[in-house]
Each structure stands twice: as structure tokens, then as C-alpha cells.
């Protein structure tokens, strides 16, 4: 079943704090799962993305994991700022001709001062 | 750089008329591109995709249709708006298996 759970739906942290979002899936053809940050009324910006070959990946204050035997991934913001308030968005491809990503239906993280 | 404008930024347009949305990739060649929506507070819904000129992809039917008459252009059209054509209409074109996002056109339909 091609479907993306995405959680929480919505996550208060205090500036400084670390953020975690998580998102599992069922369908084991998925191998590639991108993270988008989207800012009110504009296109959602990638984030990070990781491969189904790897465990864990790194950029800047970003963390992705990987779990394949358990099909989850997670995306880590460390020191977190009132600026990364948005909403975010994991993603899963399966089929780099179709790109057909799905989507889960998002967090909205809120920073505070 | 690549670049990513669409057209128009937003509108605002009746039940039944007819509608025309674009998208240019510049800074590409050849993209591969597509047109996603997403209702208000909502997910993204990958509606078409495109590999290449004249070719396009159907994968949610919405009663909306697409074309590829350039290399760097893409056109999401209808010619009869329905209430639940209100949303958010994203063009996207991609790197390999990454995908990056245009600004969007915020669609109301009355």
C-alpha cells in the first residue's frame, strides 16, 4: 500500500531545543525519502533526502534515519530556531521515471523564543 | 542555476470557466517535470508527470489536463473548473531522484 505516515501532526519546541519528526511506511519499494520544509504560501523546499542504502545522514543542524527493517525514518533539528517554524514534509519515491513521490500529510513545528 | 517560475501567482476564477496554469524550467535541459496540489493545510498530490516534449503522464484523474509544449514549459489546463479544483498548484522538476518545488499558484474557484 502505497501510503506515508507522518507524525506529529503538529510539535511546540523552545528555542535551543531539539525537534523530532518521524514517519514510517509500508511499501518496501520505496528507496529514497526526501524531507521538504515549506514556509505559508510558498513550494516546499528540500530539505534532506536519504537513500534506502543508508542509515543516517547529516547537513548542518539536519539529521535524517534510516530504519529499513523497521520502515521508519526520522528527521532530527538540532539547536533548534524560530526561523525552522513551518511545516514539514517526508516524502517516498519508488520509480526515478516516474518520480512519483508520496507524500505524508505533514508536521507544523512552531519555535519559540 | 536552475530556475522555476510559474504563472500566474494566483486566481481567483468561477465554477465552469476554463483555466491555464504554467511552469518554466530554466537553467535545464531536458527536465523531467511535474504538477502537483495540494489542498489548504493538506498534503501533496502528484497529478502529471512529463519525461520529455509531448509526453505526459496521468496520475490522478482531477478532471484537469497537461501538456508539455517546450522543453522548458509546462501547461495544467481544464476547460471546466469544478469547486474542488480550489487549492494549490505546484510545478516541480528533477535532478536524478531529487525534486525541486516552483513557487506555486494559489487557485480560488467560486
Known amino acids: 500500500q502505497q501510503q506515508v505516515r507522518q507524525s506529529p501532526q503538529s510539535l511546540t519546541v523552545w528555542e535551543g531545543g531539539t525537534t523530532v519528526l518521524t514517519c514510517s511506511y509500508e511499501?518496501?519499494?520505496?528507496?529514497?525519502f526526501p524531507w521538504y520544509q515549506q514556509f505559508p504560501g510558498e513550494g516546499p523546499a528540500l530539505l534532506i533526502s536519504?537513500?534506502?542504502?543508508?542509515d543516517k545522514k547529516e547537513d548542518g543542524r539536519f539529521t535524517t534515519f534510516f530504519n529499513k527493517r523497521e520502515k521508519k525514518l526520522s528527521l532530527h533539528i538540532i539547536d533548534s530556531q524560530p526561523g525552522d517554524s513551518a511545516t514539514y514534509f517526508c516524502?517516498?519515491?519508488?520509480?526515478?521515471?516516474?518520480?512519483?513521490?508520496?507524500f505524508g500529510h505533514g508536521t507544523i513545528l512552531r519555535v519559540h523564543p | 542555476a536552475q530556475t522555476i517560475h510559474q504563472w500566474p501567482v494566483a486566481e481567483i476564477k468561477a465554477v465552469g470557466s476554463p483555466l491555464s496554469l504554467g511552469c518554466t524550467i530554466k537553467?535545464?535541459?531536458?527536465?523531467?517535470l511535474y504538477w502537483y496540489w495540494q489542498a489548504t493545510g493538506g498534503t501533496l498530490q502528484q497529478l502529471f508527470y512529463s519525461i520529455t516534449v509531448g509526453q505526459v503522464e496521468s496520475v490522478v484523474q482531477l478532471n484537469l489536463s497537461a501538456s508539455r509544449p517546450k522543453d522548458d514549459q509546462f501547461i495544467l489546463s481544464t476547460e471546466k473548473l469544478l469547486l474542488s479544483h480550489s487549492g494549490f498548484y505546484l510545478c516541480?522538476?528533477?535532478?536524478?531522484?531529487?525534486?525541486?518545488f516552483g513557487p506555486g499558484t494559489r487557485l480560488t474557484v467560486l
Open positions: 536519504i537513500l534506502s542504502v543508508s
Open positions: 511499501d518496501s519499494t520505496f528507496n529514497y
Open positions: 537553467g535545464k535541459s531536458s527536465p523531467n
Open positions: 516524502a517516498a519515491l519508488t520509480g526515478a521515471n516516474t518520480g512519483k513521490l508520496t
Open positions: 516541480a522538476w528533477s535532478l536524478d531522484n531529487e525534486q525541486y
